[in-house]
């Protein structure tokens, strides 16, 4: 079957139209086909480094039928480096998401590629927040959520919730690649994130009344739970 007109549009829109024999011989010819391709099928065609590319279209396409009234095409202020399955970072990462998997959170976890997210805007934000902590205490943690969030945070960087939390309203982190997991909604991405940590105050139960105002009257500048508790991981506020 022919590769339908519209997707021949859409492929050169996104500058990979020369792809468009390969897909074509994998029975995918038009949009609809694509979305039904996984992320990991999509990496074993032999497209090479357009894998990626193609796949990030595929996700902003998605992010576009989610939401068409709210989703906003803007330039993007970020880039992402493929790191090879042989450098130094990839193995760091790579050890440390199948370290952190927790068997009583029923998560399998596995590597299929890791990109380096590079934003010069977001990381000129974090170290000035880091010059504004109690203590200077950075440290990587995982985040999960949705194809739709991951890239208006790639972007934005990370926003505020409009309810609070088991700990109140802040951004949820956790140490364990399995509990982030939990959170992916559909995703099948983790982000590991270097986290302005500071002074932290530990707690062991729920308080939902938690905010930077209350933290900040006690030095601090975030809240941890310790594991068995109901809910643990890092809020940062």
């Known amino acids: ?16 139209s020369n792809l468009s024999g390969i897909l074509q011989s994998q029975d995918i010819i038009n949009l609809d ?8 099928e999509i990496m074993n065609m032999g497209l090479g480094p357009q894998a990626t590319t193609l796949i990030h279209a ?3 396409y998605e992010s576009e039928q989610d939401s068409p009234d709210d989703y906003i095409q803007s330039s993007s202020k970020y880039n992402l480096e493929l790191l090879e399955s042989d450098t130094l970072l990839f193995n760091e990462v790579k050890d440390k998401l199948e370290r952190y998997v927790q068997p009583e959170h029923k998560k399998q976890l596995h590597v ?13 934000k974090f170290m000035e927040r880091c010059d504004q902590l109690y203590q200077n205490i ?5 985040h ?3 194809n739709k969030a991951i890239l208006s945070i790639l972007n934005d960087g990370f926003r505020m919730p409009d309810k609070p939390g088991m ?18 909604k559909s995703s099948d991405k983790l982000l590991l994130c270097n986290v302005a940590i500071g002074s932290h105050k530990t707690v062991i139960s729920s308080d939902k009344t938690i ?12 809240v941890y739970a310790p594991r068995n508790t109901k809910k643990h991981g890092w809020c940062s506020v």
């Open 1 to 16: 079957m022919e590769i339908e007109q519209s997707f021949r549009e859409w492929l050169n829109d996104n500058h990979l």
């Open 33 to 40: 086909d694509l979305i039904k391709t996984s992320e990991l």
């Open 58 to 60: 595929k996700q902003r």
């Open 112 to 124: 299929v590629r890791i990109e380096k997210v590079n934003n010069e805007e977001l990381e000129k």
């Open 138 to 142: 950075k440290a990587e943690k995982f």
């Open 144 to 146: 999960g959520t949705s």
């Open 167 to 184: 700990y109140g309203k802040g951004i949820y982190f956790a140490t364990d690649s399995s509990k982030s997991a939990q959170y992916t």
């Open 211 to 222: 905010t930077l105002e209350s933290l900040n009257k006690g030095n601090f500048d975030s």
